[in-house]
């Protein structure tokens, strides 16, 4: 699965997939990182969400692998 960086906050890849890079304030205005999947096809606004980019691409790799088997 190849992933193209569009800008900072957005990756999409072959499939149609996407990960949105958010920051968000906790309870205790910490900033947390959160990454948001969307795979294509869905129409919920997000499929995930992980705290990693990494974690984020594996998720939509393994959706892809589950539907291939």
């Not at 190849?2 to 499939?15: L, P, Q, S, T, V």
């Not at 900033?31 to 980019?53: D, I, M, N, Q």
């Amino acid at each position: 699965m190849y992933w193209n960086k569009i800008h900072a906050d957005y990756w999409c890849n072959e499939f149609g997939d996407e990960i949105h890079r958010y920051e968000i304030l906790d309870d205790e205005d910490q900033c947390l990182v959160e990454y948001h999947t969307h795979r294509a096809g869905e129409h919920l606004p997000w499929s995930g969400k992980t705290y990693t980019l990494d974690e984020a691409q594996r998720q939509l790799q393994h959706s892809h692998d589950a539907l291939m088997a």
